[in-house]
């Protein structure tokens, strides 16, 4: 139990485009999920969190209109990094929890190369 | 205010000899600790946790942590490594009152020896 599903796991887009990453609570219903970056050889840096039919709270420093983060459903977050550039070139994963009182589980990760 | 400390971003070790990774952290409330291990390219996969109860926590592929209070400390081990144990290790601490995130350590990458 409690999966969590994150696509793509891949993704290679150009520069000024934008890129939508979506995490899917498979089993269980999410009311809080978590969306993490990772540069390379450092660690995980949490960008915003999303409540269920709430505006997302975003971290210090992170662009919240670079950065849009939909959580409109109990099983689905997606993250959309608009006009992207190479410097949001980047590893992306999600968490998400059913409640206060249950764990995190993560998802597999997306890595958005932006050329 | 939490945040974790994980002594030494990089730790080599023989196959079959211990694996010991530090971490240390500083929570001004009861911490819920945590172990995460990374393979490259992929997600964070949970390895074990301490929230109440036993000090001595067991995990996944033969690792095991042990809550010191009065250390601050969650110390990593696995008694013999074996080579698929290569990989980034991460440390969490997490709030045991909100729990609303994870404060990361910043890894410690795993080389096994043949």
């Known amino acids: 139990g409690a999966v969590v599903s994150q696509h793509p796991s891949w993704v290679i887009c150009k520069s000024g485009t934008s890129v939508k990453i979506e995490c899917r609570s498979l089993?269980?219903?999410?009311?809080?999920m978590f969306w993490y970056r990772q540069f390379p050889k450092q660690s995980l840096m949490l960008m915003a969190t999303?409540?269920?039919?709430?505006?997302?709270?975003?971290e210090q420093g992170v662009e919240k209109d670079k950065f849009l983060i939909n959580h409109a459903s109990l099983t689905l977050s997606t993250l959309t990094v608009t006009s992207a550039h190479p410097e949001d070139s980047s590893f992306y994963i999600c968490?998400?929890?059913?409640?206060?009182?249950?764990?995190?589980?993560f998802g597999s990760g997306t890595r958005l190369t932006v050329v | 205010a939490q945040s974790v400390t994980q002594l030494g971003s990089h730790v080599s070790v023989s196959e079959g000899a211990l694996v010991l990774l530090r971490c240390n952290y500083s929570?001004?409330?009861?911490?819920?600790l945590f172990w995460y291990v990374q393979y490259p390219n992929q997600g964070l996969q949970l390895l074990l946790k301490?929230?109440?109860?036993?000090?001595l926590v067991k995990g996944i592929n033969g690792f095991e942590a042990e809550f010191k209070k009065s250390e601050t400390s969650f110390h990593l081990t696995k008694p013999s490594a074996h080579m698929s144990d290569a990989a980034e290790y991460f440390c969490?601490?997490?709030?045991?009152?909100?729990?609303?995130?994870?404060?990361f350590g910043t890894g410690t990458s795993l080389t096994v020896i043949p």
């Open positions: 968490s998400a929890r059913a409640g206060i009182n249950y764990g995190y589980t």
């Open positions: 089993d269980f219903q999410a009311t809080t």
């Open positions: 999303s409540n269920e039919g709430s505006k997302a709270t975003y």
């Open positions: 929570s001004s409330v009861p911490p819920y």
């Open positions: 301490y929230t109440t109860g036993a000090t």
């Open positions: 969490a601490v997490s709030s045991s009152n909100t729990g609303n995130q994870f404060y």
